[in-house]
């Protein structure tokens, strides 16, 4: 094969290389960018993100704060403190935390996501760190923060990535650091694109890697009338 016929991400033209490789667009991605073929998992989840938040095609929001994160926080199960948000989205959960003390960073991948909610947390007067990035590359400082919060992102994972995922939450937790995550619970069936589902085993075989004291509880999804499962996830870091 020449170089010419090397294959190429649809949507930046790069190489496939062993850190950055070519997976084939599928599920949500593909019917959200409409196209066919292999690209970049960066290329293609900042793409296909910015797509849905410019059109206002957002099936993950439930325009609230998760309950499961509320609860924690009106039990003073979390208090105050600073916490990391990978893929805010709309922000609800950024906005309750701020409102309640706490004080978050956050960083999507999404430049229009982003976009939309510093408009948000500014109109309200919150003081929040926005950050445009790629949680798998473009990390805070390390050992800095009390909790991890995220809601969703693991689903939005294909598998080769998650592992690298977890080690750098785990790696911007202080030693007695927290993971907190609303992850979509198991399916029929199980899906092999976005978005992912997962069961009980299988959080606990990724996060065990850089977390003990893991504690799964089926939550709410957060979905008026959706009785579809989800799990509070909470870990300390090792
Ligand atoms: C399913 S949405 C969830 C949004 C929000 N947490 C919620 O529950 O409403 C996933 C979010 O993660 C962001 N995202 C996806 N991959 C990312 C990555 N590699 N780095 C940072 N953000 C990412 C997307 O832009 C999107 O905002």
């Known amino acids: ?57 957002i099936p993950w929001d439930i325009s609230q704060p998760h309950p499961a994160l509320v609860s924690l926080v009106e039990t003073k199960r979390i208090v105050p403190g600073r916490v990391f948000e990978p893929g805010p989205g709309l922000g609800h959960d950024v906005v309750y935390l701020a409102s309640n003390g ?5 960083l999507d991948i999404s430049k229009k996501a982003v976009s939309m909610l510093r ?8 003081d929040v760190d926005l950050i445009v990035g790629n949680v798998l590359r473009d990390s805070p400082t390390e050992g800095e923060f009390d909790y991890i919060f995220e809601r969703s992102v693991l689903q939005t994972l294909p598998p080769t990535q998650r592992a690298n995922y977890i ?34 085993y299988m959080i606990e075989q990724l996060l065990s890697t850089q977390f003990r004291n893991i504690e799964i509880t089926r939550v709410p999804s957060g979905f008026n009338n959706s009785q579809s499962e989800y799990f509070l996830v909470i870990a300390c870091r090792r």
Request: aromatic residues 6%.
């Open 167 to 200: 080690l750098r939450l785990a790696e911007m937790l202080k030693p007695t650091g927290e993971y907190i995550g609303i992850i979509r619970g198991p399916r029929i069936p199980m899906p092999e694109s976005q978005p992912y589902a997962f069961t009980r």
């Open 102 to 106: 706490f004080k978050v960073t956050a």
């Open 119 to 126: 408009k948000r947390v500014e109109k309200l007067g919150l």
């Open 1 to 57: 094969m020449t170089i010419d016929e090397e294959p190429r991400c649809i949507l930046c033209n790069g190489p496939s290389t062993d850190d950055n490789p070519l997976l084939e667009l599928r599920g949500w991605i593909r019917t959200v960018l409409e196209q066919d073929g292999m690209a970049h998992y960066p290329c293609m989840a900042r793409m296909a993100n910015n797509a849905a938040f410019s059109k206002g095609d």
